[in-house]
C-alpha cells in the first residue's frame, strides 16, 4: 500500500509539472489567427498579435501574447500593448473550444482622438456575455493630455446586465479613482450612466442618459477640501450641484448651485473641447473674497487643470472687498491661458459709490492695467481709504476722474500716464511703489518707498491740508518710508498767498528727509527753499536756506488787512536771505536782507525743545521819514526831523515772550534806549518793560482836523512801560523836559499816571486817560503847574500873555475820533494864577492916562490908542473857566497892577469852532464908569469893539 501511495503522488507531480511545463515548451503559433479573431470579437476593433504566444494551464488556464496591436476604428482610438492576457474557460478548452473568462491589456498606450469623431454609445452586441476586461499598468493620452499607471477593470454580465469600469490612475502627478456603471440600452438606443471620479482631496459624481448617437444628459454632484488643487481659485472647502451634458466637443455644467468656503454661489462651468480645449466659469455670488480670487489668479501655478488649457472666469457679486477696501457691484472677466492672465471689463463701486473700472494682462511675473476712476464723493472714498481729512473744508475733495496705467510686478506697483481732474484741476504724472525688503525679501530697503512726480494747472491748498501732528507723531510716520517727490503746478493758492509756476523737489531716504528745492513766483517775487532734516530722536537740521528776490509787496497779501499801510515800503526791491542748522536745542540761524535802502542783520540761538532762545537784530536806513511815513503818515517828515534810523537790539525769547536786553533806537531826531519785553501768549501782545529817550518829537496835529486819531488801535496792544525823556518837542520847540511817566495799555484804554516834568521852569504833574476801546474814543486829563516862567508870547493871539510866573489846574474830559471832535466836546474847568506877568493885547495904564485928560476929544482918542493894542504889566492875574460843549466861559478872570488898576474879562470861548466873545472892562477913574473892549469873531483875528460911550457921558456930565 505504501508503494502504491507513493507511486501516485509521484504520478501526480509529474502530471502537474507536465501541465506547467510542457504548454510552454509548445509553438502554439496555429493558434495566433483564431485568438486574433477571438480578441476581435471582444474588443469591437482589429487585434494584431506580432509578439510570442504561450499557453498556461496552471494555477488558471490562460493564454500570454505580446506585442499586441489594436487597429483603429471609425471612433479613431488607437490602442498599443506591451501583452494580452486571455483567461480561458477549462472545461471548453477540455473539449478544444476557447472561451475566454478575462481580458487584460498589460502595458496598453490608449489614444484617443481629440476632438473625437463621435462620443460612442457603448451599445453592447446582444451576443455579449460576461466579460472581466482589465487594462494593468497602462497610459492613456487623450489629445494633449496623458494619464499614467492607468489601472482598470471592465465587467460584464449576461445580455440585460450593465458594464461595470472600475479603476485608478495619476494626473500630472495627481492619483484619481474612477467608477463607471452603464446600463444596457433600450429599443431607443438610451442607456443610463453612473459616473464618480475621486482625487486630488475632491469627488465628482454624474448619473444621467448615454444617447444612442452619442452625448450625456443628467445631473451631478462635485466637492472637495481645496478647490485651488483643481482650478485657479481660493483655497478651501467646495461644493457644486447642477446640470451636466457632454457631446463630441463641449462638456457643459448648468445651473450650478456652488459653495466656497460656506459661501454660496450661482454659475455655470463649459469645458470645450474643439477646436481647442477651453474652460469657461461664471460665477454670481452675493459676497465674494476677491483678496483670496486675485492672489488665486496672480499664483496659478500647480493646480491639477493642465496649463495648456485655458480657463476664463467671469465673476460677479454684489459685496467684497480687496485690500480691506469694501467694494459693491463687482464684473469682470478673467482669462488665464498658460502664464498669462487678461483681465477685461472688470468693474466695482468703491465707497462713495467711486467707480472704477480694470483691464489688462500679465506678462511673465509683471501684470499691466488700465484703471479708469470717476468719482462725486472722493471724500467719503477717502475716509474709507483710511485717510484722516478732520479739519478739511467739507466743500472739497469731491469730484475727480482720472485714466492711468498701473503695473504689478513682484513687490512694485507703477502707475504712468496719469490724467485726472481733481475738483477741476487737470493733474498729470507718474509714480511708483515699492514694498520694503526688495524681491523674495532679500537686499533692498526695509522699509517701503514711494516715488511720486504730478504736475497740475491749478493748485489750491485752502481747506484741503489737514492739521499737522505733533512733532513726535510726525517723525514716526515719516520714519516708516521712503519717499521721492517731484511736484510742479503752474499756480498755487493757500491762505492770502497766490504763487506760479510752483516746483517741490523732496525726498524721504534711510530716516533723513531732504528738501532739494521749493520754488514758486508771487506777484513779482521769486521764493526758494532748500534744507535737510535727520530724523529721529533729536531731530537734527542741516543746510536750510530760504531766499526771496524781486518786489516786496508780494508779501502784502501775507500780512493782516490792518497793514495795507505797508504797501509802498513793500513795494521796494526785496532780497533776503536765511540760513541755519543743527540741533532742536541749539538751531542756528542767519538772516540778512534789504528791502529798499534798510538793511537787516540778524543771528539767533534757538532752543526749540525749551523754547527759548537768543540773538541779535541790527536794522539801519538812511532816512528815517522816508522810512516810516508809510507807518505814520506823510506828516511824520514835519515832526521826526531828518536824520537816520538804526535798531540795534540784544534778544532773548523763552515760548512766547521775547526781551529786548538793550535796544537802542535812532529815528530821525529821536533817540532813545532801554529794555522792553513782548509777551504774546495772551489775548493781546503785552508790551513791559524801561526806556529813557533823549528828544522825543510829537506831531503837531491841527486843532480842529477831522482826519480820525486812530484811537481804536490802541486795543490791538497791551503795554506797561515806565517812560523817561529828557526833551518832549513839538514842531521843533520845546515842550517839556525832564518828563517822566508810567504808561499803562490795557483793553484799549492809555493811561498815563504820574506824570512829571519840567514846564517854563515850573513843575507839571497830572495824569492822562485815553479810552480808545470806546465808541466814541473818550478822554480825561488832570493836570496842575507851579512856577511856570513865561518869558514870550504864549499863544501869538490879539490878546495873550507875554511874560509872568504861572501856576494852574486844569480837569477836562471830552470825546470823539478827531481834533475837532474832541474840541466840540471839551468839558471840566480850568483855574489860573499869573504873578509878575505881562498881559498883551491893550495898555491899561495908557488907558487909565487917557482918563484924566480934560478935553474929551482927546481923551476919546487916547481910550481908543489904549484898547487897540500894547501890553499891561499886572501884578496878578487869575481866574476860573468852566468848559461845557467845547465851550469856556470865564468867571471871574481879574487882573490887578502895582498901581491900584484893575480889569475883568467876561465872555466865552468857543473852542470847536475857534471863535471868542469876550468882553474886557477896566475904570480910568475911581467912580467913573467902566471902559470895554469886546473881542468877538475867529480866535486869531477877532474884531476889536471898544465900549466908550458911558464913560464919555459919565465924564461930559462933569
Excluded: C
Amino acid at each position: 500500500m505504501r508503494r502504491a501511495g507513493l507511486a501516485a503522488a509521484g504520478l501526480l507531480l509529474v502530471l502537474a509539472g507536465a501541465l506547467w511545463l510542457v504548454p510552454r515548451l509548445l509553438d502554439w503559433e496555429s493558434w495566433r489567427p483564431q485568438l486574433a479573431e477571438l480578441a476581435t470579437a471582444r474588443l469591437g476593433r482589429p487585434v494584431q498579435l506580432d509578439g510570442p504566444i504561450t499557453l498556461v494551464l496552471l494555477p488558471q488556464p490562460r493564454i500570454e501574447a505580446q506585442q499586441v496591436s489594436v487597429g483603429p476604428a471609425a471612433d479613431g482610438i488607437s490602442i498599443t500593448a506591451r501583452g494580452l492576457r486571455l483567461r480561458l474557460d477549462l472545461g471548453a478548452l477540455l473539449t478544444g473550444r476557447l472561451e475566454p473568462r478575462e481580458l487584460a491589456l498589460v502595458g496598453g498606450d490608449v489614444a484617443l482622438p481629440w476632438p473625437p469623431v463621435a462620443l460612442p454609445g457603448f451599445r453592447a452586441p446582444p451576443w455579449l456575455g460576461p466579460l472581466d476586461a482589465r487594462l494593468e499598468d497602462s497610459r492613456l493620452r487623450i489629445g494633449g493630455l496623458q494619464a499614467e499607471a492607468v489601472n482598470a477593470r471592465l465587467q460584464t454580465g449576461g445580455a440585460t446586465e450593465a458594464v461595470v469600469a472600475e479603476g485608478s490612475l495619476a494626473w500630472r502627478g495627481y492619483a484619481a479613482r474612477f467608477t463607471l456603471q452603464l446600463g444596457r440600452a433600450g429599443f431607443d438606443g438610451v442607456a443610463p450612466l453612473e459616473f464618480s471620479l475621486a482625487g486630488v482631496g475632491s469627488t465628482l459624481s454624474a448619473r444621467g442618459a448615454l444617447a444612442a448617437e452619442g452625448g450625456f444628459e443628467g445631473r451631478m454632484e462635485a466637492g472637495g477640501n481645496d478647490l485651488a488643487a483643481l482650478l485657479p481659485a481660493p483655497s478651501g472647502p467646495w461644493r457644486a450641484t447642477g446640470r451636466l451634458t457632454a457631446a463630441a466637443d463641449l462638456i457643459a455644467a448648468g445651473d450650478l448651485a456652488f459653495e466656497l468656503n460656506a459661501q454660496p454661489a450661482r454659475g455655470a462651468a463649459t469645458f470645450r473641447l474643439a477646436p481647442d480645449a477651453r474652460l469657461d466659469i461664471a460665477l454670481n455670488a452675493g459676497r465674494l473674497d476677491l483678496d483670496a480670487w486675485v492672489a488665486a489668479l496672480r499664483q496659478s501655478r500647480g493646480y491639477a487643470l493642465p496649463q495648456a488649457v485655458p480657463v476664463s472666469i467671469d465673476l460677479s457679486a454684489e459685496a467684497t472687498g480687496f485690500a480691506g477696501l469694501p467694494l459693491r457691484r463687482l464684473r469682470g472677466g478673467f482669462f488665464l491661458e498658460g502664464d498669462r492672465l487678461s483681465l477685461s471689463d472688470v468693474s466695482a463701486l468703491l465707497p462713495g459709490d467711486t467707480g472704477i473700472e480694470v483691464a489688462g494682462a500679465t506678462a511673465g511675473p509683471r501684470m499691466e492695467l488700465a484703471v479708469h476712476v470717476a468719482t462725486k464723493t472722493l471724500r467719503e472714498t477717502l475716509a474709507a481709504l483710511g485717510l484722516n481729512l478732520a479739519g478739511t473744508d467739507p466743500a472739497r475733495l469731491q469730484t475727480a476722474e482720472g485714466r492711468f496705467k498701473l503695473a504689478l510686478e513682484g513687490n512694485e506697483a507703477a502707475f504712468s500716464d496719469l490724467v485726472a481732474t481733481l475738483d477741476g484741476a487737470r493733474l498729470t504724472g507718474n509714480g511708483v511703489w515699492r514694498q520694503g525688503g526688495g524681491p523674495g525679501g532679500a537686499g533692498g530697503s526695509p522699509r517701503p518707498s514711494f516715488g511720486l512726480g504730478l504736475s497740475i494747472d491749478r493748485l489750491d491748498l485752502n481747506g484741503v491740508l489737514p492739521p499737522l501732528p505733533d512733532a513726535a507723531a510726525l517723525n514716526a510716520r515719516l520714519a516708516g518710508f521712503e519717499l521721492n517727490l517731484r511736484l510742479a503746478a503752474e499756480r498755487v493758492v493757500w491762505g492770502n498767498l497766490s504763487a506760479e509756476r510752483a516746483t517741490l523737489d523732496a525726498a524721504l531716504e534711510n530716516g533723513r528727509a531732504t528738501l532739494r528745492r521749493l520754488a514758486l513766483r508771487t506777484g513779482e517775487l521769486d521764493a526758494a527753499a532748500s534744507g535737510a532734516v535727520q530724523l529721529g530722536t533729536p531731530l537734527r537740521f542741516s543746510d536750510a536756506i530760504l531766499e526771496l528776490s524781486g518786489a516786496g509787496a508780494a508779501l502784502l497779501p501775507l500780512l493782516p488787512a490792518d497793514r495795507a499801510a505797508l504797501a509802498p515800503m513793500l513795494a521796494q526791491p526785496l532780497a533776503l536771505r536765511l540760513s541755519g542748522g543743527g540741533a532742536p536745542e541749539a538751531l542756528a540761524l542767519r538772516g540778512e536782507g534789504d528791502l529798499g535802502a534798510l538793511r537787516a542783520e540778524a543771528g539767533a540761538t534757538l532752543d526749540t525743545l525749551q523754547g527759548r532762545g537768543s540773538g541779535t537784530l541790527t536794522l539801519r536806513h538812511p532816512g528815517a521819514p522816508r522810512l516810516l511815513a508809510p507807518l505814520l503818515g506823510p506828516e511824520v517828515v514835519g515832526w521826526l526831523g531828518p536824520g537816520s534810523f538804526s535798531v540795534i537790539a540784544a534778544l532773548s525769547g523763552q515760548g512766547r515772550t521775547v526781551t529786548a536786553e538793550h535796544l537802542d533806537l535812532v529815528a530821525g531826531s529821536f533817540r532813545g534806549r532801554g529794555q522792553m519785553t513782548l509777551a504774546l501768549d495772551g489775548a493781546r501782545p503785552r508790551l513791559t518793560g524801561r526806556f529813557a529817550a533823549d528828544v522825543l518829537p510829537l506831531p503837531v496835529l491841527p486843532l480842529r482836523g477831522t482826519r480820525p486819531l486812530g484811537l481804536d488801535r490802541l486795543a490791538a496792544l497791551e503795554a506797561e512801560l515806565a517812560l523817561e525823556v529828557a526833551r518832549v518837542e513839538a514842531g521843533g520847540d520845546l515842550v517839556l523836559d525832564a518828563a517822566s511817566t508810567a504808561l499803562k495799555l490795557a483793553g484799549g484804554t492809555l493811561r498815563l499816571e504820574g506824570l512829571q516834568a519840567r514846564l517854563g521852569g515850573g513843575t507839571l504833574k497830572g495824569r492822562l486817560a485815553v479810552e480808545g476801546a470806546a465808541a466814541p474814543p473818550r478822554l480825561a486829563l488832570e493836570a496842575t503847574l507851579a512856577d511856570a516862567i513865561i518869558s514870550g508870547p504864549l499863544f501869538d493871539l490879539p490878546l495873550d500873555l507875554g511874560a509872568g510866573r504861572v501856576e494852574g489846574t486844569v480837569r477836562l474830559a471830552a470825546e470823539g475820533h478827531s481834533t475837532a471832535a474832541i474840541l466840540a466836546t471839551l468839558a471840566g474847568e480850568a483855574t489860573v494864577a499869573v504873578r509878575d506877568g505881562v498881559l498883551v493885547g491893550f495898555d491899561l495904564a495908557a488907558l487909565q492916562e487917557a482918563g484924566g485928560i480934560a478935553d474929551l476929544k482927546a481923551a476919546e482918542a487916547a481910550l481908543r490908542q489904549a484898547l487897540a493894542g500894547g501890553a499891561t504889566a499886572f501884578e496878578r492875574l487869575e481866574g476860573r473857566a468852566g468848559l461845557e460843549g467845547g465851550r469856556a466861559v470865564l468867571d471871574g478872570m481879574r487882573l490887578t497892577t502895582e498901581g491900584g488898576g484893575e480889569a475883568v474879562a467876561t465872555g466865552a470861548i468857543d473852542l470847536g469852532r475857534g471863535a471868542l466873545d469876550l468882553r474886557v472892562a477896566a475904570r480910568p477913574v475911581a467912580d467913573a464908569a467902566e471902559v470895554g473892549l469886546r473881542l468877538t469873531g475867529p480866535v486869531g483875528a477877532p474884531r476889536r469893539l471898544p465900549e466908550l460911550a458911558g464913560f464919555l457921558r459919565w465924564r461930559a456930565e462933569r
